[in-house]
């Protein structure tokens, strides 16, 4: 079709920003910062959004890390957001050999899935759909969501909940990922998590009830140290684990593609003596494409929780993370977004990234290749075949796959999701989570043309919803249609308005110590010796 004027200006305000875009990703990439601790992270978004002009809400819907950054005063509302968050235990430096980033713990955070090129791409085209319409005249409102904690889901059910999205008229989700293009039907599945807590009775009230009733030897001169102990809430959090894992496999039938995860949160135990800890914390994560399986694994833990706590002479808490549901098509937004791709690329790439590539490729043990990505990097796939490959791995009755809380944006607006292709070696494949290509996270010539590409098609895609309203009209009115056919118990966001997002809980963080900063654990790897 061509980009009108007003596009073309959005792209060119792109490119300009290049270098200032460029620096700032390599901040957030150097910052790295895991879920609800985004603490400099957001600090330095608001920072820029503001000397942009944007009126920007710090620590939207409760969430220290969450930001609402708002410019406009009239004309359609476009909504974007940025991710910003890393995963711990990925920590990977700029270098074609495994190292973490200079003086962490090797199992610090890195950027797996490059949310710092997905925060600087949505962050680009925000500012470049801003500059455009004030060059050029005419109307529009742009929203930018600073969408924390997104490797637990955690934000934008909490926006959605309290009415952040409700002015949209259109929100544009962008991720770096293995192709270039838009999701046309499979969106991601549902995905809840909440996290148990065990304490011991005793720890609670002088009124609980006793582990045992009157001790036996009692006058003996054992000694207390030799008296029978409540179990205590190590062992409630064992038996939690060992419960779930039997229970598997009887949650729900395997007939459709299912997960559940837990992970154990810091708390504070014992350091010496024979006392058992008295509290512990593990969180359950799981995704399913239907409500009803969800509530079936929910029903499962919980039952598991108090008996197990029973056992162990515990009382036992649930607290949500969060609680999404699954995305809603939109196929006009779609394939705006697809055109926009096409018009715009695939992203060429700097001989930088490929020498770099080729150094990893001989750190691997393989021989470097004229060109060590893979075939994915240079081409704008159709959404459609995008969606055919996903649905030849899923049982014909499954519509949706994964889990991202980006779905909660499409309850309230006609979403489009679209990616754009990172470097990734054809030797590793699709693995985001090895080492070599979380290398390239970091690159400039390697991802800065992910980002800047996105940032491009984020604008034009934005400009052309404000100043086509045929579009818009039928982008709304496929929206309306999709949601009034979709499951009741799924309109509504399912989390409370009043929901307290548990930004609180023990997550795992950056600290400051006497030895310095440094991630949670401290910079070492001596444990001792290997057996």
Not at 23 to 39: D, K, N, Q, T
Not at 296 to 305: D, G, H, P, S, T
Not at 340 to 347: I, K, M, Q, T, V
Not at 422 to 444: F, Q
Request: net charge negative; charged share 25%.
């Amino acid at each position: 079709m061509g980009l009108t004027e007003r596009q073309r200006a959005g792209v060119a305000a792109v490119e300009e920003l290049g270098k200032e875009l460029s620096e700032f990703h390599r901040l957030i990439w150097s910052y790295a910062e895991p879920a609800w601790r985004e603490y400099r992270s957001a600090q330095a978004y608001v920072d820029l959004l503001k000397a942009e002009g944007f009126e920007v809400e710090v620590g939207s819907g409760d969430m220290p890390t969450a930001f609402h950054a708002r410019w406009g005063d009239d004309g359609p509302a476009i909504g974007m957001y940025s991710e910003y968050d890393a995963s711990p235990g990925y920590s990977q430096d700029t270098v074609p050999y495994r190292q973490p980033r200079p003086g962490l713990h090797p199992w610090a955070p890195g950027f797996t899935d490059a949310h710092s090129a997905l925060g600087v791409g949505a962050l680009a085209g925000a500012l470049a759909t801003k500059r455009a319409i004030e060059r050029t005249g005419g109307r529009g409102v742009v929203h930018l969501f600073g969408e924390p904690a997104e490797k637990v889901c955690g934000s934008k059910p909490v926006h959605a909940a309290k009415g952040y999205y409700d002015e949209l008229d259109a929100v544009i989700s962008y991720h770096p990922l293995f192709e270039n293009t838009a999701v046309w039907d499979i969106h991601n599945c549902l995905y809840w998590s909440a996290v148990f807590t065990f304490q011991c009775f005793e720890a609670q009230r002088d009124d609980a009830p006793p582990w045992i009733d009157g001790d036996p030897l009692e006058g003996s001169g054992m000694g207390a140290h030799n008296s029978v102990r409540s179990p205590g809430a190590l062992d409630a959090l064992g038996l939690m684990i060992t419960a779930t894992k039997y229970a598997k496999e009887n949650m729900f039938p395997r007939t459709g593609l299912w997960s559940l995860n837990e992970a154990i949160l810091g708390a504070a135990n014992a350091t010496a003596d024979n006392l058992p800890p008295r509290i512990t914390q593990i969180q359950f994560s799981w995704r399913s494409p239907l409500i009803g399986v969800q509530e079936q694994i929910l029903e499962v833990l919980r039952r598991n929780a108090r008996h197990v706590a029973g056992l162990a002479n515990c009382e036992v808490s649930m607290r949500w993370v969060t609680r999404t549901r699954p995305g809603l098509k939109n196929h006009v937004m779609a394939q705006a977004t697809y055109e926009n791709l096409l018009e715009l690329g695939p992203r060429r790439f700097a001989p930088e990234a490929y020498e770099f590539a080729r150094e990893l490729e001989r750190t691997l043990g393989h021989a470097p290749s004229d060109d060590p990505f893979r075939p994915m990097l240079h081409q704008v796939t159709d959404p459609r075949d995008h969606d055919a490959a996903t649905r030849a791995t899923l049982p014909p009755w499954q519509d949706c796959t994964g889990a991202d809380d980006c779905t909660e944006y499409t309850w309230h607006a006609p979403t489009v999701r679209f990616y754009t292709a990172k470097p990734l070696l054809r030797v590793v494949g699709e693995d985001l989570n090895h080492w070599a290509n979380n290398a390239m996270n970091g690159l400039a010539p390697a991802i800065d043309p992910v980002w800047g590409y996105a940032g491009e098609v984020i604008a034009a895609t934005a400009l052309r919803l404000i100043d086509d309203s045929g579009l818009l009209g039928a982008a709304t009115e496929e929206f309306r249609r999709n949601r009034e056919a979709a499951p009741e118990a799924l309109r509504d966001p399912l989390l409370p308005r009043d929901f307290a997002p548990p930004v609180e809980l023990p997550w795992p963080e950056y600290v400051t110590t006497a030895r310095g900063f440094e991630w949670q654990l401290p910079t070492t790897t001596d444990f001792g010796e290997k057996l």
